[in-house]
T-cell receptor, first 111, second 115 residues
Framework: GDSVTQMEGPVTLSEEAFLTINCTYT??????LFWYVQYPGEGLQLLLK?????DKGSNKGFEATYRKETTSFHLEKGSVQVSDSAVYFC??????????FGSGTKLNVKP | DAGVIQSPRHEVTEMGQEVTLRCKPI?????LFWYRQTMMRGLELLIY????????DSGMPEDRFSAKMPNASFSTLKIQPSEPRDSAVYFC?????????????FGDGTRLSIL
């Protein structure tokens, strides 16, 4: 079945460091890919998405490119801030509108 | 715009009691999802509905769990009888038509503690 695998956390970075959170997927068909962010005590919020191969999703300085050849959708940000500290979830939506979420990666950004 | 609304935000009850979690999806969304989040297992899909009809309940852990969607604006997740291992944060999410590639919108969750 479809699945998403993302790097285990926590990831601890200093402010202004470069961020990469790896995500790979397994899917039949042509899934859409998403990154969600969860702040403490809140639900998940959509961060960015890509619906087909080679699409790049971007929002708030975060980017991820849908790579079909490597079945990856890695999340990147050039300069993280303390306010980016949260848990990040990679997810895919299959052709039946069912979502599969990764296990989440906690990011801690220190001043 | 009102997002997905869940109630209660927190529930603490003794084992053996019936627990009912409620969700109001975003108006116009055809799909509704129930998730459970724990430290050990992460985010698990329990069940989802399309146009009020349950489509996939394979994630429901056991018969103690049941979910209903009597109309397009309301859904419940019931646990009867509850057990301490049911303690988790339960999220409801909704989304639009599958062909629109729209994301899921999550509520703030219900933090459930079974003593």
């Amino acid at each position: 079945g479809d699945s998403v695998t993302q790097m285990e956390g926590p990831v601890t970075l200093s402010e202004e460091a470069f961020l990469t959170i790896n995500c790979t997927y397994t899917a039949t068909g042509y899934p859409s890919l998403f990154w969600y962010v969860q702040y403490p005590g809140e639900g998940l919020q959509l961060l960015l998405k890509a619906t087909k191969a080679d699409d790049k999703g971007s929002n708030k300085g975060f980017e991820a490119t849908y790579r079909k050849e490597t079945t990856s959708f890695h999340l990147e940000k050039g300069s993280v801030q303390v306010s980016d500290s949260a848990v990040y979830f990679c997810a895919l939506k299959d052709n039946f509108n069912k979502f599969y979420f990764g296990s989440g990666t906690k990011l801690n950004v220190k001043p | 715009d009102a997002g997905v609304i869940q109630s209660p935000r927190h529930e603490v009850t003794e084992m053996g009691q019936e627990v009912t979690l409620r969700c109001k999806p975003i108006s116009g969304h055809d799909y509704l999802f129930w998730y459970r989040q724990t430290m050990m297992r992460g985010l698990e899909l329990l069940i989802y509905f399309n146009n009020n009809v349950p489509i996939d309940d394979s994630g429901m852990p056991e018969d103690r769990f049941s979910a209903k969607m009597p109309n397009a604006s309301f859904s419940t997740l019931k646990i009867q009888p509850s057990e301490p291992r049911d303690s988790a944060v339960y999220f409801c999410a909704s989304s639009q038509n599958p062909n629109s590639n729209q994301p899921q919108h999550f509520g703030d969750g219900t933090r459930l503690s079974i003593l």
